[in-house]
């Protein structure tokens, strides 16, 4: 069975481009969470959706961040404009009923310069 | 908001001598649950504790959860090379955050031959 899938892996951008990173979860699961890790600040969450629903968005860092969920199987976190403080390890996440364990892709790696 | 820390930050350990991080809560927790990152990698879940004063075994670690479900440990006797990794906890609140699982700052550890 396949795990959460993301994509890119890795994206180098200049500062001021958008960036998309975009995520599969696992089928059937009704919970997709985006996480951010840094050094400085370790993993936080940045928001989760319910059935495809932002629930808590709470720790999107600002209105340059936004993010997406058209459908069950597919969610989009979008950077725009860049800056060099958002490099990070971005993670999706998903999970069958939000009480349970946390499914985590493998990040993309995203540089700013 | 909720918050989780973890200590030490970083531990180096010779291969055989055990190793213990610890997990606090600034609230009391309805569940915790421990994730392994491997170098490079993404957390894996490990297990789950939902009782107050829970132990629970995986073959050489033991997770504890305390009477007062503020606080949580994981303890790996004679570590090898492969223990080698970051040790998150993470958990949930009893009230509000919905299905919002806070991260701890995460215990580095490293295990020399």
């Known amino acids: 069975d396949a795990g959460v899938i993301q994509s890119p892996r890795h994206e180098v951008t200049e500062m001021g481009q958008e960036v998309t990173l975009r995520c599969k979860p696992i089928?059937?699961?009704?919970?997709l969470f985006w996480y951010r890790q840094t050094m400085m600040r370790g993993l936080e969450l940045l928001i989760y959706?319910?059935?495809?629903?932002?629930?808590?968005d709470s720790g999107m860092p600002e209105d340059r961040f936004s993010a997406k969920m058209p459908n069950a199987s597919f969610s989009t976190l979008k950077i725009q404009p860049s800056e060099p403080r958002d490099s990070a390890v971005y993670f999706c996440?998903?999970?069958?009923?939000?009480?349970?364990?946390?499914?985590f892709g493998e990040g993309s790696w995203l540089t700013v310069v | 908001g909720q918050q989780v820390m973890q200590i030490p930050q970083y531990q180096h350990v010779q291969e055989g001598e055990d190793f213990t991080t610890y997990c606090n809560s600034s609230t009391t927790l309805s569940n915790i649950q421990w994730y392994k990152q491997r170098p490079g990698g993404h957390p894996v879940f490990l297990i789950q504790?939902?009782?107050?004063?829970e132990v629970k075994k995986q073959k050489r670690l033991t997770f504890q959860f305390g009477e007062a479900k503020k606080n949580s440990s994981l303890h790996i006797t004679a570590t090898q090379t492969t223990d080698v990794g970051t040790y998150f906890c993470a958990g949930r609140g009893l009230t509000g955050g919905g299905n919002k699982l806070t991260f701890g700052t995460g215990t580095q550890l490293k295990v020399e031959l």
């Open positions: 996440a998903s999970s069958p009923t939000g009480l349970n364990t946390i499914y």
């Open positions: 504790l939902v009782k107050s004063g």
């Open positions: 089928s059937g699961h009704d919970y």
């Open positions: 959706f319910n059935n495809n629903v932002p629930i808590d």
